[in-house]
């Protein structure tokens, strides 16, 4: 008789191996009693999307000491949550971060609701989030499946259909095994053993607790799982973008609009990102071509960005955007790519007359 995978299993091998994380309660605190922060579980999630704990931690420290309550964060200003956020990426992300925390606060009270239909009404959280949040901070028996889940109960049953189509056949198989009871731990047990057992690469079988009842690692197939479709080559797209700055030190800059990528960001006035010709500057000035140009990937195309740097006279009146004094101006706020546009720009403003 094959034998099935068993909850108690991994949720006796989590009680002991389970990762230390700042905003995780640990099986042993919450077997005391303590329970989830709904925020930290919120926040921690929303900045894991499409990237890895490691990058996380150092951001998550400093926003839970910046704004420790949803109601410190509904408060900030928006440029400074989006400075503090430059580097993750995805910035979408960071907006609706916003506007959660003000929906929470003035339709909740300050509290996120328990439920995962609830959850689903806020900016932002979509079903994997509300699944989260709903069974780590609240118990409830939700089926959480991010990308380390996928992996396992692929292959736990030896599941060949390739990802995405595979993505309702692994839900519903985790669901299965999804306890009534401590299913925080557990939904947290599952993604630990992915990320730290049953890796994509080389994973360790040998010391993994759901070892004997693995269909793939019987079959000899599970280094090969997940199947995924394969993917098109992303597109490259051109740019072109003026930094100008004044006599007294101050840069010209543009807010970006709400929709879009990098939306609501500070960044250097410039082109759609298209295939066209290099636009209109922002002001008359002796523009100088950069030879380097910055290289940036984002999710679904790469981007070249020609520079065009000019200084200009403390009088210089923009068509677009507005100068920010040196004071007032913080590169560190920028958004990654625009970093790096400034990064190649500043040294070439030294040199240009």
Partial sequence: MRETADPLALLDWYDDHA?????????????????????????SEVMLQQTTVAAVRGYF??????????????????????????GLG????????????????ADHGGRFPETRAALLSLPGIGPYTAAAIAAIAH?????????NVERVMAR???????????????????????PARRAGD??????????????????????CPWRAPCAARRAGTAADLPRKMPKAGKPVRLGHVYVARRADGAFLLERRAERGLLGGMLGWPGSDWAAAPEPAPPLE???????????????HFHLRLKILVAKVDSDAMPERGLFLSAQSFSPAELPSVMRKVFDLARGALETCG
Avoid at 139 to 147: I, L, Q, R, S
Avoid at 186 to 207: E, F, H, N, R
Avoid at 285 to 298: G, K, N, Y
């Fill in 186 to 207: 557990y939904a947290q047990a599952v993604m630990d053993l992915g990320a730290t057992i049953c890796t994509p690469k080389s994973p360790a079988c040998g010391i």
């Fill in 156 to 178: 736990l049953h030896d599941i060949h259909t390739p990802l995405p189509l595979a993505k309702g056949e692994l839900t519903a198989a985790a669901a299965r095994l999804t």
């Fill in 19 to 43: 990762r230390d994380l700042p905003w995780r309660v640990g099986p042993a605190a919450r077997a005391a009693g303590l329970r989830a922060d709904p925020y930290r579980v919120w926040l």
């Fill in 90 to 105: 995805y910035y979408a992300r960071a907006r609706n971060l916003l506007k959660c925390a003000r929906v929470v606060v």
């Fill in 61 to 86: 420290e400093r926003f839970t000491a910046r704004w420790p309550t949803v109601g410190a964060l509904a408060a900030a200003a928006d440029a400074e949550v989006m400075g503090e956020w430059a």
């Fill in 285 to 299: 000035a002796d523009w100088r071509l950069l030879d380097a140009e910055v290289l940036h990937t984002f999710t």
């Fill in 139 to 147: 118990d409830a028996p939700e089926v959480v499946v991010d990308g």
